[in-house]
């Protein structure tokens, strides 16, 4: 019996990705003209290809944040505040967020590799 639990316990640690936490992305947009995509509160500007969970804060009835990349076209609503969590799989590319009525002024973009 300790025999089976020292390889199970062994077996764990051998893998760390079945038990690591999926990365998060912190999306914010307003109330004012700011737009912003953060990871563990560092601005994002390069990440590594795989499945994250993008928590997305609207707060502004005047914005949207819009997440699109290779196979991927996300956004929240112009009209409407609140936050809403997505579950995206990045690939390898470039990436851009913008406020869709302000995309001049609003945007951000990132690489994945």
Known sequence: MRLVA????VAALLVPSAVAATPTLNATVGPG???TLTKDGAKVT?????TYVVKVADK???????LKGPGLNKTSSI???GSSTWNV???AGKYTYVCDPHATIMTGTFTVS
Do not use: D, E, M, P
């Not at 502004?60 to 819009?66: A, K």
């Open 6 to 9: 020292l390889a199970a316990i």
């Open 79 to 81: 009209t409407g505040t």
């Open 46 to 50: 390069k990440l590594n290809a795989g």
């Open 89 to 91: 799989t990045l690939k």
């Open 33 to 35: 003209f700011t737009i």
């Open 60 to 66: 502004s009835n005047l914005h949207n944040f819009r």
